[in-house]
Antibody, heavy 118, light 113 residues
């Protein structure tokens, strides 16, 4: 069974940092692109970042470029999102999702909540 | 960036009746590969999103056949032939033809009348 389990969320002050993880199981992690998608409370889905299967290619939404860094460890089947210089508008549930052959997001995690507040 | 505009944003439907959600793109979603990368997702209250349809009309495993997707170019539709109580939630279209960024529609909230 495919499983994606996010962790690392919490409350952080503006300007602070947080590191999210997504543990993958039940599939060959190293063959999938992976993404982070976020959802502010009561709002819609917004793509954040994507990483290629071997980690050599990354992309970011303009709103997080230069502040967030996506990475992965294929030996540990884990996806990461390092979030620096956090702002109140980064408050959201963060989901990881997989993508293969341009057929994205067939599986999602339950999400981890990030709250940026003083 | 590609903008996806969904309508309606709120959709009250009587149980057993059909429902239809439109998704219009600011540019054609036909990729140079010949495929069109338009997807539909359902998010039930308190749950993570779930993909229903990919590449316009391909239904995911386990998705009831009352859900169908159609369209081409810039105009796409998700149809539910007979709405059931478990269909309550928010529906999003999403494109991965022109990226980055991957973009979602604003969402359509389906409720039972």
């Amino acid at each position: 069974e495919v499983q994606l389990v996010e962790s690392g969320g919490g409350v952080v002050q503006p300007g602070g940092s947080l590191s999210l993880s997504c543990a993958a199981s039940g599939f060959t992690f190293s063959t999938y692109w992976m993404h982070w998608v976020r959802q502010a409370p009561g709002k819609g889905l917004v793509w954040v970042s994507r990483i290629s299967s071997d980690g050599s290619g990354t992309s970011y939404a303009d709103s997080v470029k230069g502040r967030f860094t996506i990475s992965r460890d294929n030996a540990r089947n884990t996806l990461f999102l390092q979030m620096d210089s956090l702002r109140a508008e980064d408050t959201a549930m963060y989901y990881c999702a997989r993508d293969k052959n341009a057929e994205p997001y067939d599986s999602w995690g339950r999400g981890t909540l990030v709250t940026v507040s003083s | 960036d590609v903008v996806l505009t969904q309508s309606p944003l709120s959709l009250p439907v009587t149980l057993g009746q059909p429902a239809s959600i439109s998704c219009k793109s600011s540019q054609s979603l036909l990729h140079s590969s010949g495929s069109t990368y338009l997807n539909w997702f359902q998010q039930r209250p308190g749950q993570s999103p779930r993909r229903l349809i990919y590449k316009v009309s391909k239904r995911d495993s386990g998705v009831p056949d009352r859900f169908s997707g159609s369209g081409s170019g810039t105009d796409f539709t998700l149809k539910i032939s007979r709405v059931e109580a478990e269909d309550v939630g928010v529906y999003y279209c999403m494109q991965n033809t022109h990226w980055p960024p991957y973009t979602f529609g604003q969402g359509t909230s389906l409720e039972i009348k």
